[in-house]
């Protein structure tokens, strides 16, 4: 991979410390929120917490993982001997992508048969969606890289439709107070999701050098700016969602 | 013992570290999802998540003594004066083992008489199994690993059989809404478990070689797996049971 600058170093360390910080205060503040929803809906507040929570672990291992894998010399960067561990973000996304369509389905409070069948078919193909992304991160070769992404976009496309054709029904069935709300999440899970192949993608792109540092560089910020969406935006709507449902008693 | 390459080493490195995300996400959940069951099975969540939170604590040090054994240099890996230390994980199992079994008991909501019996009984045979299994860990020699696996064995079939046998009457006389819920937990205990004595035997499997870097890198991981199969995964069934009990008043 071409050599980062100094610049592009730093800006990739503070994004990564301002994921830290927003996932730790997401956290916090869907704990804490989580006595003022109705006793149906804190298991969705409760999981939208650890999904930031389980970021705010990884994103302190990427940090430290990316600090550990340059040195800043009086003559520009240096690589060490340490690699960047981008297992970090997969192991992260294993966990929490399957976890944050469950937040999706269990604030819709549906039948225990719907949610337990909607939440496996739906978490399945999420965790094989990350695990077929793997071996195209790692790669260093652009056609294996698009290979992979291919394989991972079918899973992926089969959720946005579960989430578009699958969910309309029962979205149509919420309180009318919240309805727009849970569309909005939904929305937003689809449209922050869209963030991760997009930014993946710049690997392959016509023009694109794989391994130039602007590429490695745009990567990691794209991704960072994807999980704050999805997890810390997207569960902070979810507790808004649970609040409104608490209100309305539905 | 064979020396790891890079790959092995991080390999094992990020299942730690999935531990570790893992026990701690299961943990919280736990803890919080406490206040969602009937006073009768509050005990039995918080020592599901006691268990969790041991085996946190565990895989941090874990991750930590790993990472301290080898030096990454641009050459490869290097071992550093600092051996990894097994010991964390029997030590983790002495605590937990017996936990796992009481958090099963306590579930069941037995008489007074009955859980203290079975839990004194079960809890004591698996400190025993565990005690057994921990010369034969540490030995470098396959004669001596054999021995203390076969001893430890004879506890562990004890278990195993008390949990058929001994159980099913238990049961039978639970509530029909948890009876096939309680029926798995029991099944994911035996079968999580039986992964820990296969994965020792790894050890002295025909043509295996007892120090080579592939079985180091397979013993981790797979002791990894099932660690997260029988405390977090079990953890959160024991939880779905007690809400399900407790909504059935039962």
């Known amino acids: 991979m071409e050599m980062l600058n100094v610049g592009q170093f730093e800006l990739v360390s503070n994004a990564f410390s301002f994921a830290i910080a927003v996932m730790g205060a997401a956290t916090i503040f869907l704990f804490l929120g989580r006595s003022q929803v109705a006793s149906h ?8 917490g650890i999904v930031t929570l389980i970021a705010f672990y990884h994103y302190w291992r990427i940090f430290d993982s990316w600090q550990g894998a340059y040195a800043v010399t009086k003559t520009g960067l240096e690589a ?3 690699k960047f561990n981008d297992a970090y973000r997969y192991v992260d996304w294993l966990l929490t992508v399957p976890l944050l369509l469950i937040e999706l389905i269990l604030v819709m409070k549906l039948s225990r048969e719907e ?3 909607k939440a496996q078919k739906l978490a399945g193909a999420a965790a094989l969606m990350i695990l077929l992304g793997y071996p195209g991160e790692i790669s260093a070769d652009v056609g294996t890289k698009f290979k992979w992404w291919f394989l991972s976009m079918i899973p992926f496309l089969y959720i946005v439709m579960n989430l578009f054709s699958g969910l309309s029904k029962a979205i149509n069935a919420q309180p009318e107070s919240v309805r727009d709300l849970i ?3 939904r929305n937003l899970t689809v449209l922050s999701w869209c963030f991760y192949p997009v930014v993946y993608a710049l690997y392959f792109i016509p023009g694109a050098n794989v391994g130039s540092a602007e590429v490695a560089t745009y990567v990691q910020i794209g991704y960072t700016i994807s999980d704050i969406l999805a997890k810390a935006v997207f569960g902070v709507f ?4 649970a609040v409104r449902k608490s209100e309305a008693n539905a």
């Open 41 to 48: 809906y804190k298991t969705a507040v409760t999981i939208s």
């Open 80 to 82: 060490t001997a340490h």
């Open 115 to 117: 949610t337990t069948a």
């Open 183 to 185: 569309t909005t999440a």
């Open 238 to 241: 979810i507790y808004v969602v």
